[in-house]
């Protein structure tokens, strides 16, 4: 019933690590995102995509990767891992077009150590 | 630049006080469109309510009621007769204007904390 779900859920790590973070929606949307929230609530977008197309990449290190394999799918893969990569990311889904609402996902709370 | 600014960082209130939050946008379109999250303490992001510029109605559901004034660039949020599950954060979203294509992103303000208590 998840319309947008994140994997996983908690991630804890080191320094220098590599992780993913996947996202599955199944409400059919055209268009997903992945958004920052860091350590004061603050909400930015990384990347977004339409039709498994890079539409938006914000000025975001490129240790940040996001891969599309379908139109259901935006995992996001972090190299090298920082201390300033601690966050909650979110992914999100909506039609293509802007007009419409995005639907979040539950978060991912990556905490590097 | 695109811009939405929430002055209030923190509100808090007792139960059944009506409380107001306020958003103020910035924008160089004409066309643009405007939302509103809640972020419970449990984390997620819950959709709440899309306002285009084209429409200045004020709306309203249930306890919740927005008003959108496009003179002041203003798109203000309205709980009346709060409750203690109203406890969240709540943020403004504007749509990122020129480019109206697939994919573009939400531009949050920075949030304000509404505390609510018995």
């Known amino acids: 019933d998840t319309a947008v779900s994140q994997t996983p859920k908690y991630l804890v790590t080191q320094m220098g690590n590599d992780k993913s973070i996947k996202c599955e929606q199944n409400?059919?949307?055209?268009?997903m995102y992945w958004y920052k929230q860091d350590s004061k609530k603050f909400l930015k977008i990384m990347f977004s995509?339409?039709?498994?197309?890079?539409?938006i990449n914000e000025t975001v290190p490129n240790r940040f990767s996001p891969k599309s394999p379908d139109k259901a799918h935006l995992n996001l893969h972090i190299n090298s891992l920082e201390l300033g990569d601690s966050a909650v990311y979110f992914c999100?889904?909506?039609?293509?077009?802007?007009?419409?609402?995005?639907?979040f996902g539950p978060g991912t709370r990556l905490t590097v150590t | 630049a695109q811009k939405v600014t929430q002055a209030q960082t923190e509100i808090s209130v007792v139960e059944k006080e009506d409380v107001t939050l306020d958003c103020v946008y910035e924008?160089?379109?004409?066309?643009?469109?405007l939302f509103w999250y809640k972020q419970p303490p449990s984390g997620e992001l819950v959709f709440l309510i899309r306002?285009?510029?084209?429409?200045?109605q004020n709306e309203i559901s249930g306890r919740y009621s927005w008003n959108f004034q496009k003179s002041t660039s203003s798109f203000n949020f309205t709980i009346t007769a709060s409750q203690v599950v109203d406890s969240a954060v709540y943020f403004c979203?504007?749509?990122?204007?020129?480019?109206?294509?697939?994919?573009?992103?939400?531009?949050f303000g920075k949030g304000t904390t509404l505390s609510v208590s018995s």
């Open positions: 999100a889904s909506s039609p293509p077009r802007p007009t419409y609402e995005q639907y």
């Open positions: 409400l059919g949307h055209d268009t």
């Open positions: 995509y339409n039709n498994k197309e890079l539409i």
């Open positions: 924008t160089r379109d004409t066309t643009y469109y």
């Open positions: 306002r285009n510029s084209f429409d200045e």
């Open positions: 979203a504007l749509s990122e204007p020129f480019t109206m294509q697939a994919g573009t992103a939400l531009i």
